[in-house]
């Protein structure tokens, strides 16, 4: 599986698998990762975060590959500067959102275009703005344009645990629902995950000779880590994402986790 180091992908999480609790990637995780790319190999990253949230981070290292942006709705190019996948959610999405907002008139939502268009505010959306350190456009749904990545909505715990119940009683189609962290909850376009845009990758960038290895930590990296040669996940992981690993760590992301998959890569090249 990785007798040709030069031809491995390792694409990562962001939240909770490479970044730390945090935010600020650890010492021993951007040495790993120039380590291995000074050996051949390819990294890059897999996120829910739009390209604004995620570029804050390419001042401490470089991804030399193409990045999964939107829990899955755009592969973009860096070095070519432009998307090169794009999954869009249908129209019903608006409808749906719609429909959630009026049963939770408090829940935090931004729908991610080429912007992060924040439709409503709550403590826990200005908290995701301070995270992601995004520009936001403030404005109402009918003023977004078209062409929707994906809508998250921001909440405690408690209050997504009610949307979630809420969403399932409603049993909405044409679009999918994930939990992408205890306070976000999204909508995607239908059979949409950062596992089908890997997929995708495979064809659209003639990798399919390649052994990609995959790390996440939550619900919505699942689909990624199942179509991953090894699929990764740190010790912080959900019991949900541990069940489909291959490779369980002991370490957290607060324990280069990532390094340490880089470590257990080298071990295995021939």
Same mark, same amino acid.
């Given at each position: 599986?990785?007798?040709?180091?030069?031809?491995?992908?390792?694409?990562?999480?962001?939240?909770?698998?490479?970044?730390?609790?945090?935010?600020?990637?650890?010492?021993?995780?951007?040495?790993?990762?120039?380590?291995? *790319?000074?050996a051949g190999g390819k990294?890059?990253?897999?996120?829910?975060?739009?390209?604004?949230?995620?570029? *804050?981070?390419?001042?401490?290292?470089?991804?030399?590959? /193409?990045?999964?942006?939107?829990?899955?709705?755009?592969?973009?190019?860096?070095?070519?500067?432009?998307?090169?996948?794009?999954?869009?959610?249908?129209?019903?999405?608006?409808?749906?959102?719609?429909?959630?907002?009026?049963?939770? /008139?408090?829940?935090?939502?931004?729908?991610?275009? #080429?912007?992060?268009?924040?439709?409503s505010k709550n403590d826990?959306?200005?908290?995701?703005?301070?995270?992601?350190?995004?520009?936001?456009? @403030?404005?109402?749904? +009918?003023?977004?344009?078209?062409?929707?990545?994906?809508?998250?909505?921001?909440?405690?715990?408690?209050?997504?645990?009610?949307?979630?119940?809420?969403?399932?009683?409603?049993?909405?189609?044409?679009?999918? @629902?994930?939990?992408?962290?205890?306070?976000?909850?999204?909508?995607?376009? *239908?059979?949409?995950?950062?596992?089908?845009?890997?997929?995708?990758?495979?064809?659209?960038?003639?990798?399919?000779?390649?052994?990609?290895?995959?790390?996440? +930590?939550?619900?919505?990296?699942? *689909?990624?880590?199942?179509?991953?040669?090894?699929?990764?996940?740190?010790?912080?992981?959900? #019991?949900?994402?541990? #069940?489909?690993? +291959?490779?369980?760590?002991?370490?957290?992301?607060?324990?280069?986790?990532?390094?340490?998959?880089?470590?257990?890569?080298?071990?295995?090249?021939?």
């Open positions: 599986m990785f007798e040709d180091i030069s031809k491995v992908l390792l694409v990562t999480d962001m939240d909770g698998t490479f970044l730390p609790t945090n935010k600020i990637p650890s010492k021993g995780n951007l040495e790993a990762i120039k380590r291995f *790319q000074e990294f890059t990253i897999a996120t829910g975060r739009a390209h604004q949230a995620t570029s *804050q981070y390419f001042e401490y290292f470089d991804v030399n590959f /193409p990045m999964i942006m939107f829990n899955g709705g755009m592969i973009y190019d860096m070095e070519a500067d432009k998307s090169i996948y794009d999954i869009f959610t249908p129209p019903i999405a608006k409808e749906i959102t719609i429909d959630i907002l009026k049963a939770f /008139p408090n829940l935090g939502c931004e729908i991610l275009t #080429d912007n992060v268009n924040v439709i826990t959306e200005e908290n995701h703005i301070k995270i992601c350190k995004v520009i936001p456009n @403030f404005t109402d749904i +009918d003023n977004v344009d078209d062409n929707w990545y994906k809508v998250l909505f921001a909440d405690t715990k408690e209050n997504l645990d009610e949307v979630e119940e809420y969403v399932s009683n409603k049993s909405f189609s044409g679009v999918d @629902f994930v939990r992408s962290d205890l306070n976000y909850f999204e909508i995607l376009p *239908q059979e949409n995950s950062k596992g089908s845009a890997l997929k995708a990758m495979r064809k659209l960038c003639n990798i399919e000779d390649y052994t990609i290895v995959a790390v996440g +930590d939550y619900n919505n990296d699942i *689909q990624m880590l199942i179509e991953a040669d090894l699929g990764v996940c740190p010790a912080n992981a959900v #019991d949900a994402v541990k #069940d489909v690993a +291959d490779l369980v760590l002991a370490e957290s992301c607060d324990e280069n986790a990532i390094a340490v998959v880089i470590d257990y890569i080298f071990s295995k090249v021939n």
